[in-house]
């Protein structure tokens, strides 16, 4: 898959800090825009990014109006989120990806802000960067998540994230049992371009806007909504809808929260590794779990949308430079 790529960012650069879902701290944005401005950048903020209308950051035609100016202005050479949440879904058709493919710049999130990766990715194949919001908490993300997120944007080296084995999904990858059934994936490497984020929100994204995932190295992390029984929705209608036909490997972040239903016996004995093993490993692909990314503390910035290889021996996956 060709990829877009937007140059590198220089000390001088502006960039646009928007609220595309839910409404931020105004303390944390404030902290997140002293951050970037130590690193020499011009920090903007869109007009509408303390806005609040229900749970979201203003009304969808305000959230669509912050990023399509910070889209059409040359000046402008990144778009940072302020966080996720809710209601970046409710506005990507309304989104101008011919202003973004002609002058690229890289729009950096999580979470809900997956919906917008996927609709660039989709509409310019213009790669993004999974990485930590301007509403920035310095005792949840620390100096090396800030150095990661500056590399990621001031340099054009490669993204290594190596697996954790604390983390639940570590498991998910090697053998076991399920139902009585030895299980497990291929070992080795897969190669392909790196797309993905949310569960939930790459389950939204089916039937009005997923990319193809055929070439893919799918990533996913999540966080606890209404147990085990979502992410079994989520990835049942992924598999249904044929979303995972073609995907060359699966590289899975963090799954947290999911402790609360360890032991339950309504349950069977089932956690979230058991359901994640149901529905991946049937793909026959190989499958990197335990990377230290997604809603936990100190997350990495990956890019999203370059070329990525999963190494499952070595526990690695290596992303290229989302800028150039």
């Not at 140059?7 to 303390?27: C, E, F, I, K, Q």
């Not at 910070?70 to 990806?97: C, E, H, M, Q, S």
């Given at each position: 898959?060709?990829t877009?790529?937007?140059?590198?960012?220089?000390?001088?650069?502006?960039?646009?800090?928007?609220?595309?879902?839910?409404?931020?701290?105004?303390?944390?944005?404030?902290?997140?825009?002293?951050?970037?401005?130590?690193?020499?950048?011009?920090?903007?903020?869109?007009?509408?990014v303390?806005?609040?209308?229900?749970?979201?950051?203003?009304?969808?035609?305000?959230r669509?109006?912050?990023?399509?100016?910070?889209?059409?202005?040359?000046?402008?050479?990144?778009?940072?989120?302020?966080?996720?949440?809710?209601?970046?879904?409710?506005?990507?058709?309304?989104?101008?990806?011919?202003?973004?493919?002609?002058?690229?710049k890289?729009?950096?999130?999580?979470?809900?802000?997956?919906?917008?990766?996927?609709?660039?990715?989709?509409?310019?194949?213009?790669?993004?960067?999974?990485?930590?919001?301007?509403?920035?908490?310095?005792?949840?993300?620390?100096?090396?998540?800030?150095?990661?997120?500056?590399?990621?944007?001031?340099?054009?080296?490669?993204?290594?994230?190596?697996?954790?084995?604390?983390?639940?999904?570590?498991?998910?990858?090697?053998?076991?049992?399920l139902?009585?059934?030895?299980?497990?994936?291929?070992?080795?490497?897969?190669?392909?371009?790196?797309i993905?984020?949310?569960?939930?929100?790459?389950?939204?994204?089916?039937?009005?806007?997923?990319?193809?995932?055929?070439?893919a190295?799918?990533?996913?992390?999540?966080?606890?909504?209404?147990?085990?029984?979502?992410?079994?929705?989520?990835?049942?209608?992924?598999?249904r809808?044929?979303?995972?036909?073609?995907?060359?490997?699966?590289?899975?972040?963090?799954?947290?929260?999911?402790?609360?239903?360890?032991?339950?016996?309504?349950?069977?004995?089932?956690?979230?590794?058991?359901?994640?093993?149901?529905?991946?490993?049937?793909?026959?692909?190989?499958?990197?779990?335990?990377?230290?990314?997604?809603?936990?503390?100190?997350?990495?910035?990956?890019?999203?949308?370059?070329?990525?290889?999963?190494?499952?021996?070595?526990?690695?996956?290596?992303?290229?430079?989302?800028?150039s």
């Amino acid at each position: 898959m060709d990829t877009l790529r937007a140059p590198r960012l220089m000390p001088g650069d502006r960039v646009r800090v928007v609220s595309p879902a839910s409404p931020p701290n105004a303390a944390l944005v404030a902290a997140g825009v002293e951050l970037l401005t130590s690193w020499g950048l011009r920090v903007e903020l869109g007009e509408h990014v303390f806005d609040q209308w229900g749970y979201m950051a203003g009304r969808d035609e305000e959230r669509a109006a912050d990023l399509n100016d910070a889209f059409r202005d040359p000046g402008v050479r990144a778009v940072f989120a302020t966080r996720g949440g809710k209601g970046a879904y409710r506005i990507v058709d309304d989104l101008d990806f011919g202003a973004l493919a002609r002058d690229p710049k890289p729009v950096i999130g999580f979470s809900d802000i997956t919906h917008l990766h996927l609709a660039v990715w989709r509409h310019c194949r213009l790669a993004g960067l999974h990485g930590p919001f301007v509403n920035w908490n310095a005792s949840v993300t620390g100096p090396a998540s800030a150095e990661a997120l500056r590399r990621a944007l001031m340099t054009t080296d490669p993204v290594t994230v190596h697996r954790d084995p604390s983390e639940v999904t570590a498991q998910v990858g090697a053998a076991g049992t399920l139902a009585g059934t030895a299980t497990g994936t291929p070992v080795g490497t897969a190669t392909g371009t790196l797309i993905g984020g949310n569960l939930s929100a790459v389950r939204t994204q089916v039937g009005a806007g997923l990319p193809s995932l055929e070439g893919a190295i799918l990533f996913l992390e999540d966080n606890r909504g209404t147990g085990l029984g979502e992410v079994d929705r989520a990835l049942t209608q992924l598999s249904r809808s044929g979303a995972l036909d073609g995907v060359r490997g699966i590289a899975l972040g963090q799954f947290l929260g999911f402790e609360e239903d360890d032991g339950d016996p309504t349950l069977g004995g089932w956690g979230v590794v058991d359901v994640l093993r149901d529905h991946l490993h049937r793909l026959g692909v190989p499958i990197l779990g335990g990377l230290p990314a997604g809603h936990g503390d100190d997350p990495p910035t990956i890019p999203i949308g370059t070329e990525a290889t999963i190494d499952t021996a070595a526990g690695t996956l290596t992303v290229q430079a989302a800028v150039s």
